[in-house]
């Protein structure tokens, strides 16, 4: 089971729903082995005291001594990311009673994002103290397309992260097409429109130089401008319609304040539903929203 929770980055709603699908293939990229990652499950989840968010929790089903899993997804500069985690797990052992062993990940979407993250002067090795090696790492612009796959077939669904963030249209258009194929090739049927939704939203976050309709036709997808939305309408799930905005917001228009998140959130399914038309053709945050 999930827990879902509304993100504010451009990238949260894509990772989240990676986890759903294969949140094991993200576990091996972290570099635990494939047999202790399948036993795993996940959630999202909001610590209580702070609200402290970290974006995915996870822990063995089969085993007590694995590590707790603590990963968060970094799109964005943030010279805090590293004490912001490990205030994280602190809460979340506290919170939890749980006195054992900890895996805390950073996966940065770009190296830039890495560079800006302050060390953990503070917490850096003291006698008897390996609080730094419960650390791991990783930055998906350093690995190319081949690179994931062979990790996990599933991690295709990153690979627009791998490529220049300035790319032809027909290069994109080319990769489209084989993304597609392989999704279809790796995924089961009942999970591959989702994991082209997923694919979709990390292109959108990664090539800000085009909008959601050049994306669609680029990734030869459905012509309905709105299709990444559809199925969340119709199955009536306003939270995960909201959700999906706020993410696409962040895609295009940077971190988005509190104060437009809480205005989505608290807006009927309906409403959620325009905001997300209009954004297809927004220049600007006041173009979602306009009436």
């Given at each position: ?231 969340v309408y119709n199955e009536g799930r306003k939270e995960e ?51």
């Open positions: 089971m999930i827990e879902q929770k509304v993100g504010q980055r451009g990238t949260d709603q894509a990772f989240f729903k990676l986890m759903t699908l294969s949140g094991d293939a993200l576990l091996k990229l972290l570099g635990m082995d494939a047999p202790t990652a399948e036993t795993y499950k996940f959630r999202a989840t909001v610590l209580k005291q702070q609200r402290v968010a970290p974006d995915i929790e996870g822990w063995s089903l089969t085993s007590g001594k694995q590590p707790r899993v603590l990963i968060e997804f970094q799109g964005y500069e943030d010279n805090l990311i590293r004490y912001r985690i490990a205030t994280k797990v602190f809460m979340s052992c506290v919170q939890n009673g749980y006195p054992g062993p900890v895996l805390a990940g950073i996966i940065y979407t770009n190296e830039r994002y890495k560079q800006v993250a302050l060390p953990l002067t503070a917490l850096e090795r003291r006698a008897g103290c390996c609080f730094e090696d419960c650390f791991v790492e990783v930055v998906l612009s350093d690995f190319s397309e081949e690179q994931l796959k062979a990790i996990d077939p599933r991690l295709l669904i990153l690979a627009p992260l791998t490529m220049p963030e300035k790319i032809d249209p027909e290069v994109l258009k080319s990769k489209g097409r084989v993304w597609q194929e392989e999704i279809n090739n790796n995924f089961p049927e009942e999970s591959r429109y989702e994991a082209l939704e997923i694919l979709v939203l990390f292109a959108l976050a990664h090539f800000r130089a085009f909008d959601v309709k050049e994306i669609i036709q680029m990734l030869n997808l459905d012509p309905n401008p709105d299709w990444v939305f559809t199925r319609a909201a959700a999906m905005l706020i993410d696409l917001l962040g895609c295009k228009f940077g971190q988005i304040a509190d104060s437009v998140t809480e205005k989505i959130t608290g807006a009927d399914r309906e409403l959620i539903g325009k905001w997300s038309r209009n954004f297809v053709f927004a220049n600007s945050l006041d173009d979602v929203f306009a009436s």
